[in-house]
């Protein structure tokens, strides 16, 4: 049984507002948004951080890289949209699952 939030999310145990999802990846709205607009992006494999993914990795990174701006679209971004990934305590990531985030629409905060 993993421990892990976002991988009891995947698997239905702990709801979430699903956007879309398909066989290497998982996508839900963020619980606490920060933007209008704020949306996960997380891959089904468990991967902890950035910094723990690989060459093995490659083609399920690129599928989520390359599904940002359709997934933005899905959510009205028709303009463009924010996508940060946050890797480590350095980085300020609080829950050990890799995942993307997307933000936009009103209410952007500075990023500065
Ligand atoms: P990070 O700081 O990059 O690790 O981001 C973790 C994000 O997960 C934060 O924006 C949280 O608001 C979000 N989050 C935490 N728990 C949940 C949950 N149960 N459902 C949806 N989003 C969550
Ligand atoms: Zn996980």
């Given at each position: ?33 920060k933007a209008s ?48 990934i946050n890797t ?25």
């Open positions: 049984m993993t421990d892990c939030l976002f991988c009891k999310i995947i698997a239905g145990d702990i709801p979430s507002t699903k956007v879309f999802e398909d066989d290497l990846i998982y996508v839900f709205k963020d619980i606490n948004p607009v704020h949306i996960l992006v997380i891959p089904k494999q468990h991967i902890a951080r950035l910094d723990h993914a690989n060459t093995e990795h490659a083609d399920l990174l690129a599928h989520m890289m390359l599904s940002l701006p359709n997934l933005a679209k899905s959510q009205g971004l028709d303009d463009g949209f924010r996508t940060i480590g305590p350095g980085g300020g990531q609080e829950v050990d699952h890799l995942h993307i985030h997307i933000l936009g629409g009103s209410h952007m905060p500075g990023f500065n």
